[in-house]
């Protein structure tokens, strides 16, 4: 069954040809959304195109046909298109749809297996899926010919998505839940800023150093030049290494750790943690600075983030 499955695929790649750049150029042009449409199993691959594309970057809903015939055609306008599924090309509940939309001038394509068809002669543009024996064993039960409308439908958004540009960040907004959200939380979105950051002059004296770990709770400090640079680090180890009585009277530079770690604003938390992790010794504060910084050079910290924002956000 999968090895027919895969031949069919295979097949069904090799068949492409500019009717999917027509496809893809129709999908595009649309201002408001695809509807998508199908019936009995072609239904179900339908609802997942569409929420394939919607995910995506590409604004699209799925309306039954058998809905669509009894007032839900009144969710279709001029602004939007129609992808309709169908491996007949003859199902009778699609023929209201089609009528529709040569009606109402909407832009259709549809997907079909059959070129003479009447959802292949009524199409803007139509995909045709190459002959393939079902896997079902009596030939009847639609498997191969959903794997391929499947597929199908899997690659128009993934080409409308690169075409659109669809960038990474979009991509976290449509999906907030779940482990996707959480593998593209940025360290943006959960680090400290503005007083919150631990930071103190170089020349502050250690006591006063104590008084910002203290007061901020993160266990450390940053230590920053007269331009306001990030050129160390003072740690709760960096105390305890310095212990003697003329502790306080040194100063935060003659304590602290030079160069310490620090990683960019749209970085994503993952990389934060895991240079918390994997770092000779572990630590649980990272400092953060602008995008645009420059990398070997001491730059203002914009931001702290703590491995307990990270395991909060879900990020592990």
Same mark, same amino acid.
């Given at each position: ?58 604004? #699209?809903?799925?309306?039954?046909? @058998?809905? /669509? ?5 009144? $969710?279709?306008? =001029?602004?939007?298109? %129609? *992808? ?48 393939? #024996?079902?896997?079902?064993?009596? @030939?009847? /039960? ?5 794997? $391929?409308?499947? =597929?199908?439908?899997? %690659? *128009? ?160």
């Amino acid at each position: 069954m999968l090895g027919l499955e895969a031949q069919a695929l295979s097949a069904l790649s090799s068949s492409i040809d500019g009717r999917f750049s027509a496809a893809v150029d129709l999908l595009l042009k649309v201002q408001g959304r695809v509807i998508v449409s199908g019936m009995g199993k072609s239904g179900h691959v339908g609802r997942k195109i569409a929420a394939t594309l919607a995910s995506t970057g590409t604004p #699209a809903m799925f309306v039954h046909p @058998g809905e /669509a015939s009894h007032g839900d055609l009144g $969710m279709i306008t =001029a602004q939007d298109a %129609a *992808l309709l599924l169908s491996n007949s090309g003859e199902v009778r509940e699609l023929a209201d749809l089609i009528e529709y939309t040569r009606r109402f001038g909407v832009p259709m394509a549809g997907i079909t297996s059959n070129p003479q068809s009447t959802l292949a002669r009524n199409s803007d543009v139509a995909l045709i899926l190459p002959k393939a #024996a079902e896997a079902c064993p009596m @030939g009847l /039960a639609p498997t191969t010919s959903t794997t $391929m409308m499947l =597929a199908l439908g899997d %690659a *128009l958004a993934v080409a409308l998505m690169e075409r659109r540009g669809f960038t990474q960040d979009q991509y976290r907004v449509f999906h907030p839940g779940g482990n996707l959200g959480r593998r593209l939380v940025r360290v943006s979105d959960i680090m400290h800023a503005g007083d919150e950051v631990p930071i103190v002059n170089r020349q502050l004296p250690v006591a006063d150093v104590l008084i910002t770990m203290t007061s901020k709770r993160f266990g450390c400090a940053g230590v920053c030049d007269a331009d306001q640079n990030l050129i160390g680090i003072v740690t709760d180890g960096d105390l305890r290494r310095h212990m003697s009585r003329g502790l306080l009277g040194l100063t935060a530079a003659d304590i602290m750790t030079p160069s310490p770690k620090t990683i960019r604003s749209s970085a994503l938390a993952a990389e934060a943690l895991r240079l918390m992790n994997q770092s000779e010794r572990p630590f649980t504060c990272l400092f953060v600075v602008a995008d645009d910084a420059v990398d070997g050079q001491a730059s203002p910290p914009v931001g702290i983030l703590h491995i307990h924002d990270c395991l909060r956000a879900g990020v592990a």
